[in-house]
């Protein structure tokens, strides 16, 4: 099966791409199939806007297209970030003016659980759509910690480690990851539908 994988973040192409590493599945990425398209991401869920990205992509190249929108969602910003984690500082924030927005956010707060959630959703030419979600538990961190990863990982405490996602190597990361447990129950659902 031929997969492309419709985002331009090279962090999350390479936790994908990782992930996936099966017999069978070949990845495209956009540069491959030398498509340029910018999905309007006007979703309310995460899932909403990964089905909207993977049916834009799958319909412009006419590959099986797999999209995920992904991001925090803090306990006591009543879900904030969310779908706007990306963007949660203005239209084109940086990584790190997102997540020192977050922790600005949250000074004196002590109810500091959080959650990275990651929704997938392969869209395939005939116009089915499968979808998985997953999530992760952490904890918001008072300042940021560690150099790997992407996005929020510096302010993000892995329980089970006692340590940033950005100070986790990817191999632990992708062990525990929100993206990996998505992509998990979405293989697990293609396999039992015969797609894989």
Avoid at 95 to 117: C, I, P, Q, T
Avoid at 134 to 161: C, K, M, N, T
């Amino acid at each position: 099966m031929i997969i492309l994988v419709a985002t331009t973040n090279p962090g999350k192409i390479r936790e994908i791409s990782r992930i996936l590493a099966v017999p069978g599945v070949s990845i495209l990425t956009p540069r491959d199939v030398n498509i340029v398209l910018d999905v309007e991401e006007n979703g309310q869920s995460f899932a909403e806007n990964a089905r909207i990205k993977a049916s834009a992509w799958c319909k412009a190249s006419g590959y099986p297209a797999l999209a995920d929108d992904s991001g925090l969602v803090v306990d006591a910003l009543d879900g904030r970030p969310g779908v706007r984690s990306a963007r949660f500082a203005g239209e084109h924030a940086t990584d790190e003016e997102n997540y020192m927005l977050l922790l600005d956010s949250l000074k004196g707060v002590e109810d500091r659980r959080a959650r990275f959630v990651c929704a997938t959703a392969l869209a395939f030419p005939d116009g089915e759509v499968v979808q998985a979600r997953g999530e992760y538990e952490g904890r918001i961190l008072e300042a940021p910690i560690g150099e790997e990863g992407f996005g929020y990982d510096p302010v993000f405490l892995d329980p089970a480690s006692g340590r940033s996602f950005a100070q986790l190597s990817p191999e632990d990361k992708n062990d525990r990851s929100h993206r990996k447990r998505a992509l998990v129950e979405l293989k697990r659902k293609l396999q039992d539908s015969g797609r894989l």
